[in-house]
């Protein structure tokens, strides 16, 4: 049973982001603030979510919570930040979106940069623990999921409607055979020959 909140504090933002270990398309990160009599028994960590039920959930969160944001950060600064930085960018950029200002932020993993003068606590597995942040987790995974099935009609080949990204072997072998594209990232290993490479 996931819990409400970790503070005391009744304005609580939840944050998440999703692609991080991609090697196309952007770093996808929400907020979410829930009201604190928010419940819903389908509501987990969205890894442990079909894809059903997170396109289910999706409507029920933007609706019930008091505030929401969701925010892209794109290859181009991917690479030029690194995926740690551009996490949090996009961490930070869906909290300023909120219309209303958290007190406290909880936040999905290990690593966070303060934002602004709020409060916030790291908790790893977070998704799996607190409601705001599986909610956070349910909409940075289907804002990203829609954004990379609508490049994927771009470059086809890359299956990206399935893989959305990630690195799976179709995909590298693509990468391989075929070059890549303006929407991976160029500071990732893209394929196993970049292990091998001699300067």
Not at 29 to 49: C, G, T, W, Y
Not at 129 to 136: E, G, R, T, W
Not at 150 to 166: R, S, T, V
């Amino acid at each position: 049973m996931l819990k409400q909140n970790f503070s005391s504090y009744k304005l609580e933002a939840g944050t998440d982001e999703a692609g991080r270990g991609c090697l196309a398309g952007p770093v996808v990160a929400a907020a979410v603030i829930l009201p604190r009599n928010f419940k819903h028994d389908l509501l987990n960590d969205s890894k442990q979510l079909t894809e059903k039920q997170r396109q289910l959930l999706k409507p029920i969160i933007i609706k019930e919570a008091l505030a929401y944001g969701v925010a892209f950060v794109y290859q181009e600064k991917i690479d030029e930040i690194n995926i740690l930085n551009a996490s949090i960018l996009a961490m930070h950029q869906s909290i300023e979106m909120l219309k209303i200002k958290p007190e406290y932020i909880i936040v999905d993993g290990n690593r966070f940069k303060q934002y602004k003068n709020i409060e916030h606590k790291t908790i790893i597995k977070g998704d799996s623990k607190y409601l705001s942040i599986a909610a956070a987790s349910v909409l940075a995974k289907t804002y990203r999921d829609a954004y990379m099935e609508k490049i994927h009609d771009e470059f086809p080949g890359y299956n990206w409607k399935q893989n959305k990204g990630y690195p799976t072997q179709q995909h590298r072998q693509v990468i391989i055979q075929s070059g890549i594209t303006n929407h991976h990232r160029r500071s990732f290993k893209l394929f196993p020959e970049q292990y091998k490479l001699e300067f």
